[in-house]
């Protein structure tokens, strides 16, 4: 259970790769709170036959990016809804600060909390190139360099398979991009004193432990700076 002060509306920011989907799933059941997606977010408006659903889906036919105005529309108006009404973990928005900005206008308080996670790029490029998705079950797995060939999932033994967008020079673009982006949404974030970093090189329990601690910590009023857990042996 979280203590009475700590933070209960976060941004979760991180490179691909870094464990997003692992620590916004523990971020959720640990505080009782739903981890909102802007993939989902966008999924779910495309199924909805509202007007704004139907703007989504014309977008989304035709290629067309998803405007900063319809975007922050979307996810206003799924903060409203009542599983959100006692936190949330935002997964994928803002992307941008003037998304940042108008996030902050519409949510209100209390003010929303980045947990960034930090994990080198190098790494990062070994944990994507060693990926792979299970073609029947979809579950994410990763095999060593010694294995890098396709095998069998463990879970479903269908044949693993590797995501079109985890070969190397899909990577590097990928992680230019974030890169690009998400320098200046930090340090929108980072001069607001709303910044937790976290390093995500560790394994995933510790990462966990480390995000529980901070923002114990933060919620306690105490100053919170670069985090470094211990590295996995």
């Known amino acids: 259970m979280k203590p009475p002060s700590a933070p209960s509306r976060f941004v979760l920011v991180g490179p691909p790769g870094a464990g997003k989907g692992t620590q916004a799933a523990w971020m959720s059941s640990r505080l009782g709170i739903p981890t909102i997606s802007s993939s989902e977010t966008l999924r779910r408006a495309v199924s909805i036959d509202s007007p704004l659903g139907r703007t989504v ?22 903060l409203t809804e009542a599983d959100a009404a006692a936190g949330f973990v935002l997964d994928g928005f803002p992307r941008t600060v003037a998304q940042a900005e108008a996030l902050d206008r519409f949510a209100g308080e209390p003010p929303i909390v980045v947990v960034a996670l930090h994990v080198p790029e190098a790494e990062i490029e070994q944990r994507l190139a060693s990926r792979r998705v299970c073609g029947r079950c979809r579950t994410p797995q990763s095999v060593s360099s010694q294995n890098s060939g396709q095998r069998n999932c463990a879970y479903c033994g269908a044949t693993l398979e ?28 980072k001069r607001r004193s709303r910044l937790i970093t976290i390093d995500g090189s560790a394994a995933p329990h510790e990462v966990s432990a480390a995000v529980a601690r901070q923002i114990a910590l933060y919620g306690a009023g105490q100053t919170v700076t670069d985090v470094r857990t211990p590295r996995r042996r």
């Open 162 to 189: 590797q995501r079109d967008d985890d070969d190397e020079s899909t990577i590097k673009r990928r992680l230019f991009v974030y890169r690009n982006r998400v320098g200046p949404l930090l340090d929108y974030y």
């Open 57 to 78: 889906k014309s977008l989304m036919s035709t290629g067309e990016l998803v405007s900063d105005d319809v975007m922050n529309e979307l996810i206003r108006q799924r």
